[in-house]
């Protein structure tokens, strides 16, 4: 089983400010996504990475993979309200490649 | 064109009674895989339907069974409801299973 962490689990931050949500793994990433839910609503992904060390930017949103594989971290710039959410990561299982594991997530809320 | 669409949005149950919950993939996708959301965690992955069979399946028991129409949709059915089975249920599509994953927004099962 492929288990991913993330952190922290909460956040509760001012309007402006930047934050950094991580995602780990003790095995190595095929690919990993990201993904953003709001409540009563389904995952939407945000982005995939696949390559080592790749940083891909959305906006005020960067993601980066980590060189080996085995983590991943969203930076949010000048976070604003409609940021919160409950932002998660997910991959692939190792050999089980038809099996998707999402982490815990961590629940971003953003005060105007 | 719509997207994933689940019904019912809201279900109420009691223990020990049986559950039918149903997906509309996205136009296009032949594969749909269904997911546990308990609060305040990740989907946790409960098996996945392509070709009407089921191909990978989570850690989850044999009250939990499904089924793939012709027509891609798609049925989760529960039996013998626990307390613990009170979740947010999704259901995910895709065109084929390498491809990227769009969510319902889910059906949401209280068991009393």
């Known amino acids: 089983t492929q288990l991913l962490e993330q952190s922290p689990q909460f956040l509760s931050i001012q309007e402006g400010e930047n934050l950094t949500v991580y995602c780990n793994s003790s095995?190595?990433?095929?690919?990993l996504q990201w993904y953003r839910q709001e409540p009563g609503e389904g995952p939407v992904l945000l982005v995939t990475?696949?390559?080592?060390?790749e940083v891909k930017k959305l906006k005020r949103l960067t993601f980066q993979f980590g060189d080996a594989r085995k983590d991943s971290s969203l930076h949010i710039t000048a976070a604003q309200p409609g940021d919160t959410g409950l932002y998660l990561c997910?991959?692939?299982?190792?050999?089980?490649?038809?099996?998707?594991?999402f982490g815990s997530g961590t629940k971003l809320n953003v005060k105007p | 064109d719509a997207g994933v669409t689940q019904s019912p949005t809201h279900l109420i149950k009691t223990r020990g009674q049986q559950v039918t919950l149903r997906c509309s993939p996205k136009s296009g996708h032949d594969t749909v895989s269904w997911y546990q959301q308990a609060l305040g965690q990740g989907p946790q992955f409960i098996f996945q339907?392509?070709?009407?069979?089921?191909?990978q399946r989570g850690n989850f028991p044999d009250r939990f069974s499904g089924h793939q129409f012709p027509n891609y949709s798609s049925e989760l059915n529960v039996n013998a409801l626990l307390l613990g089975d009170s979740a947010l249920y999704l259901c995910?599509?895709?065109?084929?299973?390498?491809?990227?994953?769009?969510f319902g927004p889910g059906t949401r099962l209280t068991v009393l």
């Open positions: 095995s190595v990433f095929s690919s």
């Open positions: 997910a991959s692939r299982g190792g050999y089980n490649f038809n099996k998707f594991y």
């Open positions: 339907y392509y070709e009407e069979e089921e191909r």
């Open positions: 995910a599509s895709s065109l084929s299973d390498f491809d990227t994953q769009y």
């Open positions: 990475v696949v390559t080592g060390g």
